[in-house]
C-alpha cells in the first residue's frame, strides 16, 4: 500500500521554536531584572521599537505596519508609557487556503519606563507609513548646558 507523498519541511516549526525560546529569555531575563522598565506582557506579538536620544528629547519608534492611528493606544501610568494595540487578521483568502502565514497578528502590549527627566505633558505622537513615533521632551533643566570659558 502506498501513502501519499508527504514534502519533508525542516524549517516548518522553527518559527514556533524560536518564539519559544525568545519567551524563555524574556521570562528569565524579567525574573532576575523586574525593574528592568520594558515589560513584554499579555501580547500575542512585540513590534519592533528603537529608542533614541536627543538632546532636547527622547524618541521611541515602533514598527505596527497594517495598523490604523485609531488601532493604537498610548498610555501614561506612573512614569511609564505603554503601547497597545490589536493587528487583525484580514481574511481576503479562506484560512484553508493559506500554506503559511508568517506576519504576526493579534493584540500587543509594549511598556517602558520612562527617566525622571522628562516632560509628560509634552509627549507628542505621529504615525506615518507603519512607524508610531513619539516624542517625549526632556525637562529644561535636564537640559545639558554648554559654558563657554572666556580669556582673561
Same mark, same amino acid.
Given at each position: 500500500?502506498?501513502?501519499?507523498?508527504?514534502?519533508?519541511?525542516?524549517?516548518?516549526?522553527?518559527?514556533?521554536?524560536?518564539?519559544?525560546?525568545?519567551?524563555?529569555?524574556?521570562?528569565?531575563?524579567?525574573?532576575?531584572?523586574?525593574?528592568?522598565?520594558?515589560?513584554?506582557?499579555?501580547?500575542?506579538?512585540?513590534?519592533?521599537?528603537?529608542?533614541?536620544?536627543?538632546?532636547?528629547?527622547?524618541?521611541?519608534?515602533?514598527?505596527?505596519?497594517?495598523?490604523?492611528?485609531?488601532? @493604537?493606544?498610548?498610555?501614561? *501610568?506612573?512614569?511609564? =508609557?505603554?503601547?497597545?494595540?490589536? !493587528? &487583525?487578521? $484580514?481574511? #481576503?483568502?479562506?484560512?484553508?487556503?493559506?500554506?503559511?502565514?508568517?506576519?504576526?497578528?493579534?493584540?500587543?502590549?509594549?511598556?517602558?519606563?520612562?527617566?525622571?527627566?522628562?516632560?509628560?505633558?509634552? @509627549?507628542?505622537?505621529?504615525? *506615518?507609513?507603519?512607524? =508610531?513615533?513619539?516624542?517625549?521632551? !526632556? &525637562?529644561? $533643566?535636564? #537640559?545639558?548646558?554648554?559654558?563657554?570659558?572666556?580669556?582673561?
Amino acid at each position: 500500500m502506498i501513502r501519499g507523498l508527504r514534502v519533508l519541511d525542516p524549517w516548518k516549526d522553527f518559527g514556533s521554536l524560536q518564539e519559544r525560546i525568545n519567551r524563555m529569555f524574556d521570562d528569565t531575563i524579567r525574573t532576575l531584572y523586574p525593574t528592568d522598565g520594558e515589560e513584554l506582557e499579555k501580547g500575542t506579538w512585540a513590534p519592533a521599537v528603537d529608542i533614541y536620544e536627543t538632546n532636547d528629547s527622547f524618541v521611541v519608534s515602533a514598527d505596527l505596519p497594517g495598523l490604523n492611528k485609531d488601532e @493604537i493606544q498610548i498610555d501614561l *501610568k506612573d512614569n511609564t =508609557l505603554t503601547l497597545k494595540g490589536e !493587528k &487583525k487578521f $484580514e481574511e #481576503k483568502v479562506s484560512k484553508d487556503n493559506y500554506i503559511r502565514v508568517e506576519r504576526a497578528y493579534g493584540s500587543f502590549v509594549r511598556s517602558f519606563t520612562l527617566p525622571q527627566n522628562v516632560d509628560p505633558e509634552k @509627549i507628542k505622537a505621529k504615525y *506615518k507609513e507603519g512607524v =508610531l513615533e513619539i516624542t517625549i521632551p !526632556k &525637562k529644561e $533643566e535636564a #537640559k545639558p548646558k554648554q559654558i563657554k570659558v572666556e580669556l582673561s
